[in-house]
């Protein structure tokens, strides 16, 4: 990694900002001993002119789905629950049936539905809000598995949303309070930011709609209407939100907090996770015999000649997206307050010579 390539993900960091491409962004990379660059421009709340600092707090959305899994794979690893088992021993009460194993749920080859979850979103702080009520009731509009457990792969966010309830069953504690105490707490360092719920600190960053994308044109069809917040030139800011399901897209963090797990996934030794098990959550899956673009909680990439394992997290007002380059021993987070921001195309450009 040269000096000239961090140079060139900097300039590029710039322009999105500069082009209105993006309101605020964070950029990080890091081997498995130390910060190698740390970049953040733009704004954290267009209305204010308060800037993106480097431990302003985002919604990560769906990345938090890989830290779930290393919560999954810890009990495994423990004995609470065995990889290969049906789930319904432990959420007897989903409508799947016992076929449905924890290592499908995982790897996206459980069958299970996979409906939109635009609007599985509450404004942050609602006391009314009841967690498995909400699922339930999404389980009772969609009660079919789409294929047979184990033969194909297909995205699924209620699958993750059903392994925090596995986690619960499994620890006896709420899944936040779980991962809080077993993953995040382990993870400490400088600047990391990372929970369940939006700082109380004001360091959260507003959430922004592409004002004039299809999107922001149907956001009263897509979005509560009362999570619609003030317009700001070409961007629409929503109001603090929460994701329903936590295990599937709740966690709440800076890019600093996510770069500080891909080192825990380089290093030597895992503070997470055992070698074999760590080693496992790395390794390529199969569906019927045939390979899956998945690990127990990794997608599977490539950029070139490198081959990556990364997790995508978009929603309202964010998007952001984390690789780890296994053989480089690099790993990169970048995350922005931006719905609709290719974040796949901008860590293509900004990854190519650091991860190479």
Same mark, same amino acid.
């Given at each position: ?7 060139h993900?900097a ?8 082009k ?13 001993? +130390?910060?190698?660059?740390? +970049? ?25 789905k890989?830290?779930t ?12 629950v065995a ?12 409508p ?16 299970i539905?996979?409906p ?10 609602d ?21 047979p ?9 209620i699958?993750?949303w059903?392994l ?9 504690e ?9 993953l ?14 939006i700082?109380a600190t004001g ?9 004039y ?10 979005i ?5 917040g003030?317009?700001?030139?070409s ?6 939100l +929460? ?17 500080r797990?891909?080192?825990?996934q ?8 055992g ?14 015999g ?29 998007? +952001? ?19 609709l921001?290719?974040?796949?195309r ?11």
């Amino acid at each position: 990694m040269s000096a000239s390539a961090f140079a060139h993900a900097a300039d590029l960091i710039q322009a999105a900002v500069r082009k209105s491409q993006v309101p605020g962004i964070q950029y990080v990379v890091v081997d498995r001993h +130390c910060l190698r660059f740390e +970049c953040h421009a733009g704004f954290a709340d267009l209305a204010a002119q308060r800037p993106m600092q480097a431990d302003t707090t985002m919604m990560a959305f769906s990345m938090s789905k890989t830290l779930t899994a290393v919560a999954v794979l810890q009990l495994v690893e423990s004995g609470s629950v065995a990889l290969d088992e049906p789930i319904a021993r432990l959420v007897p009460w989903q409508p799947y049936g016992p076929g449905v194993t924890i290592r499908q749920l995982l790897c996206h080859t459980s069958g299970i539905p996979n409906p939109m979850p635009l609007k599985w979103v509450h404004a942050a702080g609602d006391p009314a809000f009841d967690e498995r009520a909400r699922l339930e009731a999404i389980l009772r509009r969609h009660p079919r598995l789409q294929t047979p457990p184990g033969t194909r792969y297909a995205y699924s966010n209620i699958g993750y949303w059903l392994l925090g309830f596995v986690v619960e069953a499994a620890s006896g504690e709420s899944f936040s309070a779980y991962v809080t105490r077993h993953l995040i707490a382990k993870l400490g360092g400088v600047g990391v930011q990372l929970g369940y719920d939006i700082p109380a600190t004001g360091s959260q960053a507003r959430g922004y709609l592409e004002r004039y994308s299809l999107f922001g044109l149907l956001k009263p069809w897509l979005i509560d209407r009362s999570l619609v917040g003030e317009s700001a030139g070409s961007w629409v800011a929503l109001r603090d939100l +929460c994701v329903d399901g936590p295990a599937f897209g709740g966690l709440v963090g800076n890019a600093l907090a996510f770069a500080r797990f891909l080192q825990d996934q380089l290093g030597e030794h895992s503070v997470l996770l055992g070698d074999r098990t760590r080693e496992l959550m790395q390794t390529q899956q199969t569906a019927a015999g045939r390979p899956i673009p998945m690990t127990p909680g990794w997608h599977i990439g490539s950029l070139g000649q490198s081959r990556y394992l990364y997790k995508e997290g978009g929603g309202g007002g964010f998007h +952001c997206l984390m690789r780890l380059y296994s053989k480089a021993g690099i790993g990169t987070v970048l995350m922005t307050n931006a719905t609709l921001f290719n974040v796949r195309r901008f860590l293509d450009a900004a990854d190519a010579a650091i991860a190479a």
